[in-house]
């Protein structure tokens, strides 16, 4: 066996092989292959879809996402949504959020209903407002931040969608604004492993 063949099936392997050092306040963020998954990759220009924050109740590790409502389960089951995803990790400072995330997230977060519509200023929650609207209250984010959504790529899609029509210029936050938010550095990317 040549050299070369050995060394890219070493590289396939380690590639292969899922990212197990994960950290209280790791974002995972995943692309899905759902016809609106699709649409959201395509409308917020990337290659994510759908997001879920690391969380700790002192014990174990869980993944929490908006999805259905707000919850939390094992890492391994989040995951098991697709093998496309990368995990990022923040800059800023995590004292407060590792100090306090699990109570605010047991007492204000847990089984709010997924939010629809996508309105910012209702009593509902998608994923990636979620874990902005989370984090944000225990991190000092230097350049995430929420802003007015564009819906226009896709009108046709997102008006036969929405129930109350497209949330055009509506505050808003989608997985690919952390990905590409200086506040957060890659970590680990499942199409080229450890980065």
């Not at 070369?4 to 899905?32: M, Q, S, W, Y």
């Not at 690391?54 to 993944?63: C, K, M, N, T």
């Not at 709010?112 to 990636?128: A, G, H, M």
């Not at 564009?150 to 690919?176: K, V």
Request: charged content about 25%; glycine content about 6%.
């Amino acid at each position: 066996m040549k050299i070369t063949t050995i060394l890219t099936l070493l590289l396939l392997a380690f590639k292969a092989h899922a990212f197990n050092d994960f950290r209280v306040g790791d974002v995972i963020l995943l692309d899905l292959d759902c016809r609106s998954c699709q649409i959201i990759e395509d409308e917020s220009g990337g290659r994510f879809s759908h997001s879920g924050v690391v969380i700790s109740d002192g014990r174990e590790l869980y993944a929490a996402q908006s999805l259905g409502f707000v919850h939390h389960m094992p890492i391994e089951k989040f995951l098991k949504y697709t093998k496309k995803y990368v995990v990022i990790r923040p800059k800023v400072k995590l004292t407060n959020f590792k100090k306090y995330h699990w109570q605010a997230y047991k007492s204000e977060y847990y089984k709010v209903p997924f939010d629809n519509d996508y309105r910012w200023d209702d009593e509902t929650l998608y994923c990636s407002e979620f874990l902005y609207k989370f984090m944000a209250r225990f991190m000092n984010f230097k350049h995430l931040s929420s802003a007015p959504m564009d819906f226009t790529r896709n009108w046709d899609y997102w008006a036969a969608h929405f129930r109350l029509g497209p949330p055009q210029g509506i505050e808003g936050i989608s997985p690919n604004d952390f990905y590409y938010s200086k506040d957060f550095k890659i970590i680990y990317d499942s199409e080229k492993g450890l980065l």
